[in-house]
């Protein structure tokens, strides 16, 4: 049988069932706040952030390798860029792009111009060190850890402190493809 | 006529967490399908190696003369398989069907912890009329 070939972000955005921006943006609002009320600490909604996004990764990886019919990426150069071409389209409506590459081809930038989950959102200055989408950033390390990829994701710029887009760094920091030990009798 | 007689899904260290079957015919208890598994696991797992080829991606397909195994790995480790009768047609295509049933039904739970074995009442539904569809449409030519 043929391999079927992988499908566009566009094209499955088109096809699964939308939720409301509006209702998207107040819940994750609300999630944030509440976490701002029961924890106090900036540091610790940002780490419980992360925790939330890796929990959600895990298991949105099978879902996205299911409907989008990606194959197995070569290099981590394709990894980044199906995240931001393909991944985000199809979960966040948006594309992002990949820039920075380092040297080894273990670091990159995954840029957002626009990001729904902080439509009408300024942050106080009470919360200066919050980063309100760390919720992305422990997606990504989620997802990418269940295919094998260890990797390290955080904010380079984040528009709610002013900057001009959302820039997360994504590092891989090791590959740990299943071990099998059958050579442990040598 | 052709038709499924079981259905195994492993998770990523080679246990079972589902297990189903459809026909009187080559009915497990639990040990023995646990046993099943994790021996499949471990062939699926030495096929990779014994590839003269690197990059291979495990055993999909293999043909006895009273039944034929075909199996589909997601790029995450989690591996599905279904025993059914030689020369069953279209079971690549069931097997994918069977992963999307899974990540929604069972991965969208958010009760359903990972790695352990499923019990969820709206897969198996989803299942039975993803089996029964399947069946229906190879009968009715």
Known sequence: ?186 | MAAIYSLYIINKSGGLIFYKDYGSAGRMDTNDSLRMASLWHSMHAISQQLSPISGCSGIELLQADTFDLHCFQSLTGTKFFVVCEPGTLHMEGLLKHIYELYTDYVLKNPFYEMEMPIRCELFDINLSQAIQKDRVALLGR
């Open chain 1, 1 to 186: 049988m043929a391999p079927v070939a992988p499908r566009s972000g566009d094209a499955i955005f088109a096809n699964v069932e939308r939720v409301n921006a509006e209702l998207f943006t107040l819940t994750y609002g609300a999630i944030v706040r509440q976490l701002l009320t029961d924890l106090e600490e900036v540091e610790e909604v940002n780490k419980q952030l992360d925790q939330m996004g890796y929990n959600i990764g895990i298991r949105l990886i099978d879902e996205f390798l299911a409907k989008s019919n990606v194959s197995r990426c070569v290099d981590f150069k394709e990894t980044a860029e199906v995240i931001a071409k393909v991944g985000f389209k199809m979960f966040l409506g948006v594309t992002a792009s990949v820039t920075n590459w380092d040297a080894d081809g273990t670091c990159c930038s995954i840029v957002l111009e626009d990001n729904p989950l902080v439509d009408f959102v300024e942050l106080p200055d009470t919360c200066q060190g919050l980063y309100y989408c760390n919720i992305l950033s422990g997606v990504i390390r989620g997802a990418l850890e269940m295919v094998s990829m260890k990797t390290e994701v955080t904010w380079l710029r984040d528009m709610l402190r002013g900057d001009d887009a959302f820039e997360l760094q994504v590092k891989l920091l090791k590959q740990v493809p299943e071990e099998y030990p059958y050579k442990d009798d040598e």
